[in-house]
């Protein structure tokens, strides 16, 4: 019986330390998404340039489409988005923009500043679109099929690696 008392202690010592250390080999960045493999969220938004001008989800239905989330006051925003605006550029697919908790003078003067990569950037000054897409913080990015559905989510700033390794063949395997 005392060495029962000694062993399970001993027993829930060392499952922790298992629990912890399989924990510290998952990458931060991929949090899973139970977006992907389902419909994008539904939303009906403003343009930042233009507050009359709305643009909703089945608007962009039957294209392949990138939603880049972003705001004028994200420091990690302003570093991805040099590589956006060179992404843009190459016109791979349209990439769509969605202003995230921020004042749309705001949002129009860093667009202005630092360049437009986006087809529109969609207005969410209260951040309720972006709870709908699971929005964690700022940059995320989304691309979404011709069916609209969401094939990936990337947190975090954009890179040239995940550019290459992740959204080009993905854009390829749904374009072809």
């Not at 330390?17 to 992907?36: H, N, Q, T, Y």
């Not at 990439?95 to 630092?114: I, T």
């Not at 913080?137 to 094939?151: N, Y």
Request: charged share 20%; net charge positive; glycine share 10%.
């Amino acid at each position: 019986m005392k060495s029962l008392k000694f062993l399970i202690p001993l027993g829930i010592f060392f499952g922790l330390v298992a629990l912890l250390a399989a924990g510290l080999r998952l990458d931060p960045k991929e949090v899973p998404s139970p977006l992907i493999g389902k419909p994008a969220p539904g939303f009906s938004l403003s343009r930042l340039d233009d507050p009359h001008q709305v643009i909703q989800r089945n608007d962009l239905l039957g294209k392949v489409w990138m939603l880049n989330v972003w705001a004028s006051w994200c420091v990690a925003c302003r570093v991805e988005h040099p590589l956006l605006v060179e992404f843009a550029g190459r016109r791979l697919l349209p990439v769509y923009g969605l202003n995230y908790k921020d004042g749309r003078a705001a949002g129009q003067q860093w667009l202005a500043r630092f360049g437009n990569p986006y087809e529109a950037s969609l207005f969410d000054q209260d951040g309720r679109a972006g709870i709908d897409w699971g929005v964690y913080g700022v940059p995320e990015t989304f691309i979404i099929d011709r069916a609209g559905v969401v094939r990936l989510k990337h947190i975090g700033p954009l890179t040239p690696e995940v550019i290459r390794t992740r959204v080009e063949p993905l854009v390829r395997q749904l374009n072809g």
